[in-house]
């Protein structure tokens, strides 16, 4: 039996976010409902408001969740009702190229639910990122959900992090930079993905790890977390403070978490010779970049995308999970504010002034039905 909830939905370019009711359908084979228990305030949700990612709407915002399984299709076996977890927009299929290959983090048709939610008239609804947690329940196929365990009831909006922004930085460190211990890093651009990129250093054992930031509030939180040294590019040359701090001859990954032509740029020269570049910063698609070729050739090294931080959520999650629950990954430190299911328009207000690592939406669990 469908069910009628209450949602964060933008119905037109560069409209506002508005709580509309929605049907939530019952599930199908490959399908899971989960009542959302908390869903992180992310830059890509707005993306979709301003018509940046498509002009499909309605959209059904919100994305980078904790829920709590209360319905499961048919054939469904990797979670139960009542399960506590992450979701994930990268449910692998199996089948494709990428996951033939065994490099399934590198999946080209992962799995959405079949079925749309919809408006109370029956208008389809597009899920960001095919989730649409700013909800207090939401249909996705099974394998966006990821299994948590042992984690107290007021970690979970730390730990939802996990489902997009925060993995996407820790990724683009330990995953696609392939960050080992005693290598420089530097990290331009220190909002949510960029302090997430300095704690995934960490993590990989990096024993310079520098952060750029053009705010100072920024680099202290990235310096408290984290970073061995600030950069603030309103007070020296940001590629040249770079090499000065790694015995004049640049880091040996620099990760670009901003996303534009200058950052870009700056990380391409701030680097070693045979040095990486990672960038994970989404980029505006109007933009351009123009380097050198002789350039390109003569530093050699890789340059790199970093999409969802190359993660495998099966794999990533959990040691993550872990990695929090031992003291090692200060997820909490992310959690800047609280918020209700009516307040994402003037979360994304804060965010865009640069107040919050993140705002994060808090629902009441619902009972399993």
Not at 256 to 276: C, H, I, N, S
Request: charged content about 20%; some cysteine.
């Amino acid at each position: 039996m469908s069910q009628t909830v209450n949602a964060v939905v933008v119905k037109e370019k560069n409209g506002p976010a508005v709580l509309e009711q929605i049907i939530v359908p019952d599930p199908i084979a490959g399908e899971v409902v989960v009542d959302i228990l908390t869903c992180g305030v992310c830059q890509t949700d707005q993306h979709y408001q301003q018509g940046e990612v498509g002009d499909n709407f309605p959209y059904l915002l919100g994305h980078e969740a904790t829920g709590r399984v209360s319905k499961i299709g048919e054939g469904v076996s990797n979670v139960k009702v009542g399960d506590t977890v992450i979701l994930n927009w990268r449910a692998v299929c199996g089948e494709c190229r990428a996951c033939r290959k065994g490099e399934p983090q590198y999946c080209f048709d992962t799995h959405n639910a079949s079925q749309k939610m919809t408006l109370t008239d029956g208008t389809e609804l597009e899920a960001a990122l095919g989730i649409g947690a700013f909800a207090e329940k939401t249909l996705v196929a099974a394998g966006q959900c990821t299994v948590i365990q042992d984690i107290p009831e007021e970690s979970n909006a730390a730990v939802g992090l996990l489902g997009c922004g925060i993995m996407a930085g820790i990724g683009a460190a330990i995953n696609t930079g392939e960050v080992q211990r005693g290598e420089s890093v530097a990290v331009i651009g220190v909002g949510g993905v960029g302090t997430a990129a300095v704690l995934g250093a960490k993590l990989a054992g990096a024993t310079t790890i520098i952060a750029v930031d053009l705010d100072e509030r920024k680099l202290a939180k990235a310096k408290e977390l984290g970073s061995t040294h600030t950069v603030n590019p309103k007070e020296s040359d940001a590629v040249e403070a770079i090499r000065a701090l790694t015995g004049g001859f640049g880091a040996d990954v620099v990760i670009d978490a901003v996303g534009r032509p200058e950052t870009y740029k700056q990380a391409f020269y701030a680097r070693d010779l045979a040095g990486r570049v990672v960038l994970v910063g989404v980029p505006d698609p109007s933009l351009t970049l123009e380097i050198p070729l002789a350039d390109v050739f003569g530093r050699g090294g890789s340059l790199k995308s970093s999409w969802y931080g190359d993660c495998l959520p099966s794999r990533d999650f959990p040691m993550l999970v872990s990695h929090y629950r031992a003291g090692n990954l200060d997820l909490d430190a992310f959690v800047t504010e609280r918020v209700g299911l009516d307040q994402v328009q003037e979360a994304f207000e804060t965010m865009n002034r640069g107040e919050v690592l993140r705002s994060v939406v808090e629902l009441q669990p619902s009972p399993t039905n």
